[in-house]
């Protein structure tokens, strides 16, 4: 079961075990660190923006373009933002570094 990092806007580290097929959404909210995920992963809001360690972006990848034009709403936007509704765990994601900004 992949370890995910989640960074707090307030800088305090969160690890949390995370199911194989979840997205990072789903298992943000789940574990109530302030991600909304308010449209379901169904790419219609960003309340599930959330930034990816510059050094694990390219194993993630970057947004697709109906992702990008989402992101565009987001506050906070950085290079390497993403929507959390559509990344997938998977195995290759362990130890992948995520920030909540704040809202």
């Known amino acids: 079961m992949p370890k995910l990092v989640f960074i707090q ?6 690890s949390i075990d995370a199911e194989n097929g979840l997205s990072i959404m ?6 109530d660190l302030g991600i909304e995920g308010t449209c379901g ?8 923006h959330v ?3 510059k050094d694990w972006f390219p194993i993630v990848g970057k947004p697709n373009p109906d992702e990008e034009d ?3 709403l987001a506050v906070g936007l ?11 765990i ?3 994601l ?4 995520i920030s909540i900004p704040e809202e």
């Open 9 to 14: 806007p307030d800088g305090n580290e969160k």
């Open 26 to 31: 789903e298992v943000a909210r789940d574990n």
């Open 41 to 48: 992963g169904s790419i219609s809001c960003c309340t599930c």
């Open 51 to 53: 930034v990816i360690d």
């Open 70 to 72: 989402m992101l565009d």
């Open 78 to 88: 950085t290079p390497t933002s993403r929507l959390g509704c559509q990344i997938e």
């Open 90 to 92: 998977n195995d290759e």
């Open 94 to 97: 362990d130890g992948l570094r």
